[in-house]
């Protein structure tokens, strides 16, 4: 718990100098792209939060990966994080800057259910649709579940729209249980 106070902390610390120098989407960017790289890679995570090893090496390996894709803030804050031996934070810091530069650009997450990954076209689609209906930028997530058949389920904040072929059975099933339809026999 102290440790996600913390990382709320530096994140918004780091949001705010970004918006004094009007590079808070670029520094957004940067965290979400420091956020996948860790999570996506279990062996650099398990560098940066190794007690073993020391903070110059791993400034080394952050820099070697980072340091050409990405702003000068989000560099400087690997080297707070170096002085403050806080750099096991990183990847929750970078997902806590994420989330509240969302809430501050209004961008909404929308999570889409699939049977199958979303194609990019319809992605767009998707996008423009909930654009349309909350007024809202959202960033969607698409997550794929063989058991809904077919269709899809579509959360944004609050709203939930399911139009799964699973869905549509179930309510089926439900109309016939509750039918009171006797057969002639």
Do not use: C, W
Not at 49 to 57: E, G, L
Not at 105 to 127: D, N, Q, R, S
């Amino acid at each position: 718990m102290k440790d996600a106070r913390a990382a709320l902390r530096y994140a918004k610390a780091i949001l705010n100098l970004a918006k004094d120098t009007k590079e808070e989407s670029a520094v957004n960017e940067d965290m979400q792209f420091i956020a996948a790289t860790i999570s996506e890679n279990q062996e650099f995570e398990v560098v940066l939060k190794s007690p073993v090893i020391k903070a110059s090496q791993k400034i080394k390996v952050l820099n070697a990966i980072f340091s050409d894709k990405i702003s000068p803030i989000t560099l400087g804050l690997f080297h707070l994080l170096q002085e403050n031996k806080r750099i096991d934070m990183l990847e929750s810091i970078a997902k806590q800057y994420s989330i509240i530069y969302d809430f501050l650009k209004h961008i909404e997450v929308a999570k889409v259910t699939t049977a199958v990954p979303i194609t990019p076209e319809v992605e767009a689609l998707v996008l423009t649709k909930i654009l349309a209906l909350t007024g809202n930028k959202a960033n969607l997530e698409n997550v794929v579940n063989p058991a809904i058949l077919g269709g899809f389920i579509l959360r944004v904040g609050d709203i939930q729209y399911d139009a799964s072929i699973s869905n549509y059975l179930n309510e089926l099933r439900k109309e016939f249980d509750n039918s009171h339809f006797i057969p002639k026999i």
